[in-house]
């Protein structure tokens, strides 16, 4: 509740650039989370078990939270009409 009314009291000129901001980070984030699942892959077959076998699975923790994030921004600007 708390984020969603700090988000409302954002200027548009804000909140636009809180977006393009949110949805930079999470498109890197997904690609870094892409090559991580896909390192950990590798390295399991090559070596076998370890700790880079369980790295995605604690980062994905991280990407719940940054979609949640993006997801509030965008129901604002939704809400606000600045979202075509």
Same mark, same amino acid.
């Given at each position: 509740?708390?984020?969603?009314?700090?988000?409302?009291?954002?200027?548009?000129?804000?909140?636009?650039?809180?977006?393009? %901001? =949110?949805? +930079?980070? /999470?498109? +890197?984030?997904?690609? !870094?989370? !892409?090559?991580?699942?896909? &390192? =950990?892959? /590798?390295? &399991?077959?090559?070596?076998?078990?370890? !700790?880079?076998?369980?790295?995605?699975? !604690? /980062?994905? %923790?991280?990407?719940? =939270?940054?979609? &949640?994030? /993006?997801?509030?921004?965008? &129901?604002?600007?939704?809400?606000?009409?600045?979202?075509?």
């Amino acid at each position: 509740m708390k984020d969603s009314e700090s988000l409302s009291h954002l200027s548009d000129e804000q909140l636009i650039k809180s977006y393009n %901001t =949110a949805k +930079g980070i /999470f498109i +890197g984030f997904i690609v !870094v989370f !892409v090559l991580l699942i896909g &390192t =950990a892959i /590798f390295i &399991t077959v090559k070596k076998g078990f370890g !700790v880079f076998s369980v790295l995605p699975i !604690v /980062f994905i %923790t991280i990407l719940i =939270a940054n979609l &949640t994030n /993006f997801n509030k921004l965008k &129901t604002e600007m939704k809400s606000r009409n600045l979202l075509s």
